[in-house]
């Protein structure tokens, strides 16, 4: 079983910067697979991000690619999202995701677990 708690969101202009984070609990952390998804009001959930278990390979929508980063700690239970340049678009509630298999498919339907979300507003 694991536990995902975002942190990090809140309310930025268009061209500023925030970082998220999602610490998980468990020991079994470095075996999952760990990414980002995000939802608009009114639209369905997309994927933003991935990360492979060691940190090797990472995976980004076309649209943020070049101004969102996916990182992990391990030794910290902890994966991030920096994202940079952000626009009104980006405005969504992120959600972290973990998965033994690669679930990184628009919606993410088959990851293992998922946290509650936290908002990204981005004003204009």
């Known amino acids: 079983q694991v536990q995902l708690v975002e942190s990090g969101g809140g309310l930025v202009q268009a061209g500023g910067s925030l970082r998220l984070s999602c610490a998980a609990s468990g020991r079994t952390f470095s075996s999952y697979g760990m990414g980002w998804f995000r939802q608009a009001p009114g639209k369905e959930r997309e994927f933003v991000a991935a990360?492979?278990?060691?940190?090797?390979?990472?995976y980004y929508a076309e649209s943020v690619k070049g101004r969102f980063t996916i990182s992990r700690d391990n030794a910290k239970n902890t994966v991030y999202l920096q994202m940079n340049s952000l626009k009104p678009e980006d405005t969504a509630v992120y959600y972290c995701a973990a998965a033994r298999r690669s679930c990184w498919t628009p919606t993410g339907a088959s990851c293992d677990y998922w946290g509650q979300g936290t908002q990204v507003t981005v004003s204009s």
């Open positions: 990360i492979s278990w060691s940190g090797a390979s990472t």
